[in-house]
Structures are given as C-alpha cells and as structure tokens.
C-alpha cells in the first residue's frame, strides 16, 4: 500500500535533438512519444508509457520526478498528508499529462516539485505476454537498460527532508551519512524493497545530482562503460562499487550535464531493516569503496 | 496498512543423515549455523537478519516438512487466519518460540496440495554478518556458495489449478507467469508477493511434494561459481548453468546428500502489483524451463523429495 517505485523523471534540455539522440541511441532508451517541445522515453522492460521525459527549455535541469502509488486511493490518503505536513497540493487531471491518469503535485521541503501518480498508460514491455523471449533483442542500441532504479537529489537540509519522506510520505530509510556533529550529510530512502528509490545529499535546494537506470550484473555495467568510451561520453566515476547500497556503478553526463548512473546488485530490505550508519571519516569508502576518495566534482556538481 | 505477505521466510526440509546434510549445507552450501537442538540444525545465510531461513530436521525420509512466510505485521496473523478459516481450512496458533529457538509468533495450515504453510511474525533477529556502522559489502572468509539470501520455493500438486487459487485468493498471492495445457489447464504457475518474478511456484506433479528451493546469488558469474564449486565437491548437477525463459532468471539445480533439490538463482525483473501474468503454451513449456536447451531433462519432473 502507498508509494510503490519511482515512475519517471521529466528534465529539461537545452538541446533536444542531441539529448534525444543520447538518450535514444547510446543509454538505448526506447522513444515512447514526441510532443512539440518534448520528448518521451522508455526502458525496454518497462510496461508504462515512460519513464523519462525531456523537455526543451534554455536551462538545463529537473521539472519533477515521479512515483507510482498502489492504489488509486492512495493519492487522496497522501494528498491529505502532504496537506496537513503544510505543502500546497496541486492536482493534475486526466488529459493533463501525457501518457498517465490523474495525479497530484507539490513541491517538496527542499524545493524539487514531487508528482504521485497510479494510472499510467500501459503499452507494455517489448516482450509481450505470450511465450516472451526473456531477452530484448540482440539488436537494441546502446547500453539499454530494463528500467529506470532510483534519483538522487541535493537539499540544504538534509534531515528536513528526509523527515518529509519518511513521516509523511512512508519511505524507509536503510543508510546514512552522519557528519561528526550527527547531522545527516546524505540519507538513503526505499518503499520497493531495494537499497534506495530516492537519496538526498547535502547541496542546493532544488537540484538534481543523478538519476540511475538498473542493470542486470556487474558485466552489464563494464560493458556500459564500453559504449559510453566509446561515444566519447565524459564518464565521472566508476565503473567501481559503493559501500552505501553495496551497489556496482558508473557515473557519466548526457550531453548538457547531467548526471546518469547505471546500477546494480544491493540487497533486499524488509520493511522492518534496521538502518545502516557511515560516519564522516569513512565517507569516502560510503560513496567509493574502492577509490575510498570524496570525489569534489560528485559531490559540487548537480543541475 | 500493512504490506501482509513479505516473502519467503524459511523452509524445514526432512534429513535421514542430520551430520551429512550440516556438513553439505554449511561447507558447500555456506550456509551459517545458528543453533542445534536434539534432530534439528538451523541455519541462515549470511546477508539475513532473521535466526534461521533452513531446518533440517532428522527423519526417516526426505522431503519437505513446511514452508514459512514472513508477515509485516502481528495483526496479519489474525487477517490470515480469519481468511484461511473462511476457506474452510483448519488453523493452528502458535506462541513466538515454541515452534523453535529464534522462532516468530506463527499460523500453520494445509494448502490443497497438501503442503503444511506457515506464516510467521517476529523472528528473533540475530543481525547479517556486518556491522550496522560503515560495513563493508560482504563479510571476509565466507565458505562454499555463501548466497547471501533464501529466494523462493518450488512445489508440486496434483491440481495447479486448485492450488494456484489457493494462494492468490486466500494468501493474497499474484500470478506472474503460467504454462497452460493446450486444453487450458494450469501446468504450472509462479506466484509472488515480494515483486520478484516468484516467491512460490507450482507444477504438476505428486501432492505434497517438494520440487527444490533456491538461493540467490548476485549474478551469472555467482553462477558460475557456483556450479564450479558443487562439481569440486562431488555434488550432483541436475540442470548446469542456464537460463530460464519464465522468470528470465539464471540457474544451477542439484541435489542435497540425501535427494532434497536446490537450485542457485539470480536474475528476473521487477513487478508492480497489477503486473500482467505472463502465458506460456504447453509447446513452448521446453524453452520456458531451460531456454537454450529449449527441452526438460526427464528428471527434473518426476524427481522431487
């Protein structure tokens, strides 16, 4: 019940020819629609209209992020909360967004805007449901991820904001980066069972510091790397491991700066998972465990 | 409102030879011992929180004693029963720890195929292998497979159908793939509740039986690995590595000292509740099992414990 996984992230492009080119021919997302001024994109594996959405505009960065909710009447339940917490909600009818039923948007402590959305348009995966291969086709381009996994976003007040996602909102948090003085640095936060459907770190209210597409292994994110050095795309970190997540991982940038990550491996939380703590001296291996560095670039760098 | 049905939590597996399967289970499985007690060895695997996720109980036979789901919350237990009873099935309570050391308050009942279910609340924890402050991603000197988790269970029933129903309209357990006969009866099904492709599946075959129970590992190369290690040790290799059309997933099948399968699993997708099931037709059943053999060894449908 409540919020079930993150449905989609709308950014905005400078270039939408180029990111669409990106985004379509070296991650190897499927494209899902066209607008006048915007452009929709899914994973293979993914049965919804989309889970990412570019729209042009001068400045680069995020219009909002998505997360499905169980049940339909799971959005009144968390209007009312988020209502009660003291944030405007604005709700958003059929018709109004393309590919997905009513929802509800508001802006969240740390200025980003959140959408809660349940009925998206449903045209299914690329396999269909009859005898499907289990793989997509030997000729998908570019690293063509199955689903898109988590975000990352920045705020000034790393524990109001995860306070909002954790009293109002149901999320659980399984890690945490806390500074000497026991203030929250970053927090790790989940409603589908894995590591992380969004974390928060220290940074500028409003910002964007990643969002993530899942792959299957370790040998699908080496492989990613190839393609990315290959395309010439300005690869940030990795591919290497996590000591938050336990995950394996490489960082790059689309074309206008935005940071990309594709992930894999972690574990399983129950909801019941009592929550792990980094301390500040041991950040480096927290965010790195191989380089054991505080890369100054991952952490300055957002849109 | 609670999440009911989490996942699988333990299976108990009958053993005529106690001191053969710890050893097997614990050296080549790598699986960690938590407690003994007279005729039952507890074992967990090194990323779980819980006490125990395998039994092994002295019998005379082989085979499944019963399987375990972990609940949210206490109040499920009364949800479950009421709905258990409601299908005219006797349910029987038990206290946290009387079933067993580090065992949760429980409800046990018999699902149509004649397997005995649990359903559990408040195992004792006992922590995984790492601290909860700066742990690093797995512990040192692990042995054998080390998975870090219990994946799912495989059963068999005489009427799939029947039992299917069973766990979706009582358990509240949804269809994510099944193989129909070409007269439209189920072959075989797979359930879950952990938005995994199966927490539970079932195939045709004696009621009661146990098919195998499986373990995750990370990846194919864990596989792979895997499957070294169990030839190294003389285990019998039922299925060597492969994929799976259902579930997409990657395995290795093979059996315990005494018979009792396993299997080693990674892979799959996620679900969404709503999912839409996935059909396989009964000429396809080859390449929905193994899909690069695009066939099913003899064995592997008429061997169960």
Redesign the interface.
């Known amino acids: 019940?409540?919020i079930?996984?993150l449905a989609h992230v709308d950014v905005r492009t400078p270039d939408l020819e180029l990111s669409t080119a990106y985004y379509t021919e070296v991650l190897g997302l499927q494209l899902a629609e066209r607008g006048e001024d915007t452009v929709y994109l899914k994973c293979w594996?993914e049965?919804d209209h989309h889970s990412v959405r570019l729209r042009y505009d001068p400045r680069t960065g995020l219009d909002l992020f998505s997360f499905?909710v169980?049940r339909e009447d799971d959005l009144a339940e968390l209007e009312q909360a988020v209502e009660q917490y003291g944030c405007q909600v604005q709700r958003v009818s059929r018709g109004e967004a393309v590919g997905q039923g009513e929802s509800i948007r508001f802006g969240i402590p740390s200025g980003q805007t959140m959408e809660l959305v349940h009925e998206l348009d449903?045209p299914?995966n690329i396999l269909g449901?009859?005898?499907?291969?289990?793989?997509p086709p030997p000729d998908l381009p570019g690293i063509a991820p199955?689903?898109l996994d988590h975000m990352l976003i920045n705020a000034e007040e790393v524990g109001e904001a995860g306070a909002f996602f954790q009293q109002v909102l149901g999320f659980r948090m399984t890690e945490q980066v806390l500074d000497a003085n026991g203030h929250q640095l970053g927090i790790w936060l989940e409603r589908?069972?894995s590591p992380h459907d969004i974390a928060i770190v220290n940074g500028p209210n409003g910002a964007l510091h990643h969002f993530a597409f899942?792959l299957?292994?370790?040998?699908h994110v080496r492989k990613a790397a190839d393609i990315l050095a290959f395309n010439g795309v300005q690869i940030d970190q990795g591919p290497t491991?996590?000591?938050v997540t336990?995950g394996n991982t490489i960082y790059f940038f689309d074309p206008l700066g935005i940071r990309n990550e594709v992930f894999?491996?972690g574990?399983?939380p129950?909801?019941?998972?009592?929550?792990?703590?980094?301390?500040e001296d041991?950040f480096g291996?927290?965010l790195f465990?191989y380089e054991n560095v505080i890369s100054q670039r991952f952490l300055r760098f957002h849109t | 409102?609670?999440?009911r049905i989490?996942?699988l939590q333990h299976v108990e597996v009958r053993v005529p030879d106690l001191e053969l399967c710890t050893a097997y289970y614990t050296e080549v499985v790598g699986l960690i011992e938590v407690a003994h007690e007279e005729g039952r060895v507890f074992l967990k695997c090194w990323?779980e929180?819980e006490h125990h996720s395998v039994v092994l109980r002295q019998a005379p036979t082989y085979g499944l004693d019963h399987m375990s789901f972990?609940v949210?919350e206490a109040a499920d237990l009364d949800y479950y029963t009421d709905r258990v009873e409601k299908a005219g099935i006797a349910v029987k309570r038990f206290a946290a720890r009387e079933l067993g050391p580090g065992w949760g308050e429980a409800i046990r009942f018999e699902a149509p195929s004649g397997h005995l279910v649990e359903l559990v609340y408040g195992m004792e924890?006992v922590?995984n292998m790492l601290p909860?402050?700066?742990?690093?991603?797995?512990p040192a000197n692990l042995v054998g497979i080390a998975p870090?988790?219990l994946d799912h269970i495989f059963i068999m029933a005489e009427d799939v159908d029947g039992t299917c129903a069973f766990f979706r309209d009582v358990l509240e357990f949804r269809l994510t793939e099944q193989i129909l006969a070409n007269d439209g009866h189920q072959l075989a099904t797979w359930l879950e509740r952990?938005?995994t492709p199966h927490d539970i599946a079932i195939v045709t075959g004696p009621n009661g039986a146990l098919h195998h129970f499986a373990f995750w590992v990370?990846?194919?190369?864990g596989v792979r690995e895997a499957a070294d290690l169990l030839a190294f040790n003389g285990v019998t290799i039922d299925v060597a590595p492969t994929?799976?059309?259902v579930?997409?997933g990657y395995t290795v099948y093979f059996f315990d000292p005494v018979g009792n399968r396993n299997e080693v699993f990674?892979?799959g997708?996620?679900v969404?509740?709503d999912?839409?099931?996935?059909?396989?037709?009964e000429e396809?059943m080859g390449?929905?099992m193994f899909?690069y053999a695009g066939q099913v060894n003899e064995r592997f449908f008429t061997v169960h414990s």
Not at chain 1, 216 to 219: A, E, F
Not at chain 2, 218 to 221: A, E, F, K, L
């Open positions: 019940m409540g079930l996984r594996d049965e499905r169980e449903r299914g449901k009859l005898n499907p291969a289990p793989v199955p689903r589908s069972h899942w299957d292994d370790w040998d491991r996590h000591g336990r894999t491996g574990y399983r129950d909801p019941d998972f009592p929550s792990i703590t980094w301390t041991q291996r927290g465990y | 409102m609670s999440d989490l996942r990323d929180h972990k949210a924890k922590g909860l402050t700066n742990p690093p991603p797995r870090p988790r952990s938005h990370d990846d194919w190369n994929r799976h059309g579930t997409r990674t892979g997708y996620w969404d509740p999912f839409e099931p996935i059909t396989w037709t396809e390449r929905a899909y």
